[in-house]
């Protein structure tokens, strides 16, 4: 069979999805990237906010009008959202035919199926659309009663959907702390490492296929090794890393601000291919709003560390992301966490505003926190943090950088797109590579170039060849 799939939210759940794909693969199916041929549709969801949420129920929806239009017979979700509303999801969407969570990405081979369900003389059943427009909320929880266990091997397959010069690796699963406005460990399961050496085994056969960035991830992945007892097993690692033939760069996302070591952050100085780059999502800079979403440390201990980090990696680039409108947040707290921007000057931050989520300890909260404060904190956040930003490209100009193609501009056909090693793919800003000939550059390439100015968030450059 034909097999489509749409893959939504984080990359830990992209990597999920390139092994459901590379499984199908290895049974013999094919895969498409066009929905309107594909015999057998899957989406792999997103359940961590409303917003994640209801753009994985629009996914379905739409897929499943491909059950009427298409060639689709059958339609398969799987993920955060199956995970966390099984059954309202069977109930209220009947063309679904088969829902796995986040603990079942192996039976995927045998939720393909043998073909549609038929439960009106052939035809599968129409969506009552109307009715389904917007997410579940506010309903009891309705996956399994066991927490997800699963996790990949280095012998699992995975059909790689990022470029070919970098990949995600999971270096670990699940998480075991307890945020007052998190679901992730509801869906995801407790925290769960992998072994060093099949962590290396794989990135060895990713360099093998032409990986040149490998992107290391997990809920905390300054927490691994700690759940086997094994400290400093996070530095041991990327020394290994390092060593491996083919990598250009090794970046590190979702960091921890109480499990960040001086053996890892010396590993890091000292591993030459490991970007300088730390991924650290504070959430907040108050300590009484830190307090109330269950998050360890304070504003003092967060500036105690991010001064270490720089002192020992000078150049280093810190990116951390905020939710604004928690329950009971102030103008004071609001106030904070501007000075904190002010004082840090993070090279990427991103903002967002706080929504309740049912089965977490804040989600039936009052929120005190009317939608348009909400939205203004968080653009007057972001209009703060652009003022830093430009400063900083401002300083930028007329030096000289390596970087990474990642391939053509949709804006121009002179134009290519690029990173150097303090951003990371999708989420942070771009380089505009100018003055070039793109025929004579490939995505993947590694080049010197010099920085000629700035748009917005992005650089402007010009190869240096």
Known sequence: MKVGMISLGCPKNLVDSEVMLGLAEQAGHTLTSDAHEA????????????????????????????????????????????????????????????????????????ALGPGPRTDRGGQAPAVPMTLHRKAPRHQPLGGRAELPTYIYDADTPRRLATPGHYAYVKVAEGCDYTCAFCIIPRLRGHYRSRPAAEIVREAQHLAGRGVKELLLISQDTTFYGNDLGERGALARLLRELNRVDGLEWIRLLYLYPTTIDDTMLEAMAESDKVCKYIDLPLQHASDTVLKRMKRPGTRR????????????MPGAALRTTFIVGFPGETEADVAELEGFLDTVRFDHVGIFTYSHEEGTAAGGWDDDVPAATKRKRRDRLMAQQRGIVEAAHQARVGSRVRLVVDGPSPEHELVLRGRL???????????????????????GQFLEAEVVGARDYDLVARPLL
């Open 301 to 312: 201990s967060y500036e105690r560390l991010l001064t270490n980090i720089r002192t020992r």
């Open 421 to 443: 090693s303090t951003q990371a793919p999708d989420i942070d800003p771009l380089v505009y590579l100018t003055e070039c000939d793109p025929s004579t550059l490939s995505s």
């Open 39 to 110: 015999d057998v549709l899957i989406v792999n969801t997103c359940a961590f906010i409303d917003k994640s949420k209801q753009e994985s129920i629009d996914a379905i929806l739409e897929m499943a009008e491909l059950k009427k239009t298409g060639a689709c017979q059958r339609l398969v979700v799987t993920g955060c959202l199956a995970e966390r509303y099984r059954d309202e999801l069977k109930d209220q969407i009947p063309e679904i035919d088969a829902l796995l969570g986040t603990g079942e990405v192996p039976e995927i081979v045998a």
